[in-house]
């Protein structure tokens, strides 16, 4: 399988303070890594690195390849960066903007106001988030009117709209009831077909049910990354 995205021997500094080392690790296509550690171990600090989100507060050294190129420089175009390789927060954060408007935002900005291709865009996207038939009556309703987990799903269009290759999601189910959780995992395993997909989760269960590979962070550290099985499986 090929090699999407692969840090080397990434370092993240907060200020003088490292927050995050010793990181080397390779995400292949096709597949779900979770990140697992406690709180403060550095999972957010490492996912956040991988798409130059957190370029304005924190100092990354190291290498970040994305398809054999190093992001991690400064000539890179941080938002084609963060075009190929999208974000999912915790908290669903739709923009206060009808669904439509959530999807088209990004494709607008960028020049594409064909109404045709728009609409499929949003068709497209809204059916791989599996929101498509709850709010298909209600593309020009308020985003903010939704439930969590529907939110939380256009949220996941509204990134893939811009037709990523990598989807990084922040504990994308810790604001979700436990029906929305499942659904929103049986998602991201049919986006696994598309995508490669690396998750933040405090919840051993959901890395177990859910990744292929997994990065156990302890203070800062990657200090196990192996098959998912094999991470979950005793000796
Ligand atoms: P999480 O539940 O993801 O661990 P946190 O409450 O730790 O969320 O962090 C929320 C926000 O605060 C993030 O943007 C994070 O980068 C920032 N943050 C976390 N720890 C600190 C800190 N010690 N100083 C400043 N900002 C922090
Ligand atoms: P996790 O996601 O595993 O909860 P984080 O990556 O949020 O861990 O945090 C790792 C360490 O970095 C913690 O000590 C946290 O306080 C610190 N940290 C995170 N974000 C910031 C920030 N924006 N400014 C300063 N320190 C931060």
Redesign the pocket.
């Known amino acids: 399988t090929t090699i999407t995205m692969q840090t080397k021997n990434l370092e993240v500094y907060?200020?003088k303070?490292l927050?995050?080392q010793h990181a080397d690790i390779q995400f292949k296509q096709n597949t779900i890594t979770a990140l697992i550690?406690?709180?403060?171990?550095?999972?957010?600090?490492?996912?956040?690195s991988l798409n130059r989100m957190?370029d304005d507060?924190?100092t990354v050294k190291g290498q970040i390849l994305y398809q054999g190129v190093d992001i991690n420089q400064p000539k890179i175009d941080v938002y084609e960066v963060r075009r190929r390789i999208g974000m999912v927060f915790q908290r669903p954060n739709p923009f206060a903007k009808s669904i439509y408007g959530n999807i088209t935002f990004a494709l607008e900005r960028r020049g594409i106001h064909d109404k045709r291709v728009l609409d499929e865009v949003v068709e497209k996207t809204l059916k791989q988030a599996a929101v498509w038939d709850q709010v298909k009556d209600n593309l020009h309703k308020s985003a903010l009117s939704l439930s969590g987990g529907q939110a939380q799903r256009v949220c996941i269009a509204r990134a893939l709209a811009v037709q990523p290759d990598v989807l990084l999601l922040d504990e994308p189910a810790s604001a979700l009831d436990p029906v929305s959780t499942q659904q929103l995992e049986q998602t991201l395993r049919e986006l696994k077909q598309d995508y490669t997909i690396i998750i933040?989760t405090h919840n051993m269960q959901q890395a177990a049910r859910l990744s292929d590979y997994t990065v156990f962070?302890n203070l800062?550290e990657a200090i196990e990354y192996n098959k998912t099985r094999k991470v979950f499986t005793r000796p």
């Open positions: 907060y200020g303070t927050a995050m550690g406690p709180s403060g171990s550095g999972k957010s600090t490492f996912l956040r957190n507060v924190a933040v962070f800062g």
